[in-house]
């Protein structure tokens, strides 16, 4: 009982949350992403009278429903991490990498041999009851990787290019590394933060990457 009032408080939350997703919704017009982002700062501060959801467990205040809300809203494929503050700069990125090159190799092979695994979490991404689970150890050593090089998640964008995503700051705003033999698309030579989709080079087949919502 106590987990159906949960979910139901969920889906109730998600109405709120989303009602009138996009500002002036009932005019036709392009709605800038800077517009969408501070409508969705504005539903953080609604009234505590709004924020109330009859039937919820006691746990769901009005504060832990906001601190829920901002979750949904900047990292709905993590609500347990939540959105990160800040990206690294491509210098901080950089220096992670030369530092722990072999782990980030390490990581690679380890992803390419459990190729029945599209995408691996780390645990503050890791949702309960996946449909697959990687074996204990071996979980384990991923664990310990995505520490030590500050990866969130590993994933298989094509059978031979790998995401590895440092920091998800809002919905689809992320940044990390990728792998891949064939160089991406808008490879460029400055400052990856700030273009819709684009990478950096950073040694044989390894990149920065940083993507926009779009």
Known sequence: MRTRRTFGAMGALALVTLVGAAPDSGQVRDVSWEEVRAFHDSLLHLPDSLLRIPGAPGYMTP??????????????????????????????????????????????????????????????????????????????????????LEVRLIEREKPNRFVLRTTTVWTF?????????????????????????????????????FRATS
């Open 63 to 148: 504060s832990w429903i906001r601190q829920f809300a901002r979750r949904f809203l900047y990292a709905p494929d993590s609500i347990y991490a939540g959105p990160d503050s800040a990206h690294r700069t491509d210098a901080e990125m950089k220096a992670v990498f030369m530092a722990r090159e072999r782990d980030f190799e390490r990581l690679v092979r380890m992803f390419q041999a459990d190729s029945a695994f599209d995408r691996i979490e780390s645990p503050d991404w890791r949702t309960p009851n996946p449909p697959k689970v990687v074996p204990a150890a071996r979980q384990a050593e991923y664990d310990r990787l995505f520490r030590r």
């Open 173 to 209: 705003d992320r940044r990390g590394y990728v792998w891949s033999p064939s160089p991406p698309w808008s490879v460029r030579e400055h400052e990856t933060v700030g273009c819709d989709e684009c990478y950096r080079r950073l040694k044989g087949p390894w990149f920065i990457y």
